[in-house]
């Protein structure tokens, strides 16, 4: 009798392992944002993996009316530590407008953190920038 309650609690014990793996074992979203003079962005996504980021969400609006327009894109940090800078998004809608993006990012050297960046520009011409608080993958 002795043993099988040494097996039930063996059992139990392997059952509940997944469940305190540590940040990793489930998937963890992020959420960054910036803001400056004339537009806003906003980069949501859940870790994948070491290599992987899905439900990736940019969004950027525009908050002026100066003829200028707002891009967005992904900025991510490989485990080289070199920096991934993903292309930008362009919204040309104007004033009070905002679009947002979805996709999704991998890279074969990994990613260690991730961030965004929103640009102003005058035509191809970039003005400015702000970039949200780079966020660290639980998988690494």
């Not at 979805?102 to 991730?114: H, P, Q, V, W, Y």
Request: hydrophobic share 40%; aromatic share 8%; glycine share 10%.
């Amino acid at each position: 009798m002795r043993r099988i309650g040494y097996l039930v609690a063996a059992a139990i014990a392997a059952a509940t392992l997944p469940l305190s793996a540590g940040p990793a074992a489930a998937a963890s979203s992020a959420e960054v944002n910036c803001s400056t003079s004339g537009g806003s962005g906003t980069g949501k996504w859940t870790w994948s993996s070491k290599y992987k980021l899905s439900n990736v969400r940019l969004t950027a609006r525009d908050l002026a009316a100066d003829g200028r327009h707002v891009a967005i894109r992904l900025v991510t940090l490989k485990s080289n530590d070199t920096m991934h800078y993903w292309p930008y998004h362009h919204m040309y809608g104007g004033n009070g407008n905002q679009d947002t993006w979805t996709s999704s990012a991998n890279d074969t050297a990994g990613i260690k953190r991730a961030n965004i960046e929103l640009a102003i520009f005058n035509g191809k011409t970039l003005i400015r920038e702000c970039g949200g608080a780079s966020k660290a993958n639980p998988y690494w």
